[in-house]
């Protein structure tokens, strides 16, 4: 559980507490509920990534695009609703070299814009002779992106590195030497399904 969550549930418990002592005992409930949700929304599954030469997804979703992104680069993205798990984690074991964040739009995340309009925060991993950029993009409700490193880092394939709040989108960035094993409209989960294997290893 990311402890925002709990910090959510926990104004909406109380909101909803004072409401029903004010008011009418029902009309508390949607708070309540919405309190539920939040716990639900801010869960933190633990996952066991794979081994060998691969790099897992950072994050949970419909994978809404494998395109090409200039001569040597190919982009996965990645789209979150709001029942999907948010917390990100790294694709690769190595050192987070860069961290780029931008401010933008919050046009809905599973548009195409959305990769280069919306605020968004890119990360850089370099590990094994390969780099990895993957960004978090903020969408139509997603307002805050969270990143727990910071550059120097070392991380382990699958850590945990941030979150974002509410519906969003990740594309992560591929070099040549890697070879994609995803195709658009299957889901994948962070830190445990394969994106991509490594052609030189």
């Known amino acids: 559980m990311v402890i925002t969550g709990v ?10 507490l004072l409401l029903s002592w004010l008011t009418r005992p029902a009309w508390g409930i949607p708070f309540c509920i919405l309190a539920a949700f939040c716990l639900y929304f801010f869960r933190d599954p633990d996952r066991q990534a794979p081994e060998g030469p691969v790099a897992v997804s950072p ?13 040597d680069q190919t982009r996965v993205s990645i789209f979150l609703n709001v029942f999907d798990v948010h917390v990100n984690r790294t694709p690769i074991s190595g050192k987070i070299t860069s961290v780029q964040y931008k401010p933008g739009q919050f046009l809905v995340a599973s548009r195409e814009e959305a990769s280069t309009a919306n605020e ?4 850089t991993v370099e590990g094994q002779g390969t780099r990895i950029v993957f960004k978090q993009i903020a969408g139509l409700v997603a307002r805050r992106i969270i990143f727990y490193k910071k550059t120097g880092d070392q991380v382990r394939i699958g850590d945990r590195v941030g979150h974002i709040q509410f519906g969003s989108r990740v594309d992560v960035f591929f070099g040549p030497e890697w070879e994609i094993g995803v195709r658009e409209g299957e889901r994948v989960q962070a ?3 394969v994106l991509a294997r490594r052609r030189d290893l």
């Not at 994050?59 to 001569?71: F, L, M, N, R, T």
């Open 7 to 16: 910090y959510y549930a926990a104004g909406l418990v109380a909101g909803g």
């Open 59 to 71: 994050a949970d979703g419909k994978i809404v695009a494998v395109k090409p992104d200039g001569p």
């Open 120 to 123: 968004q925060n890119t990360v």
């Open 191 to 193: 830190g445990a399904s």
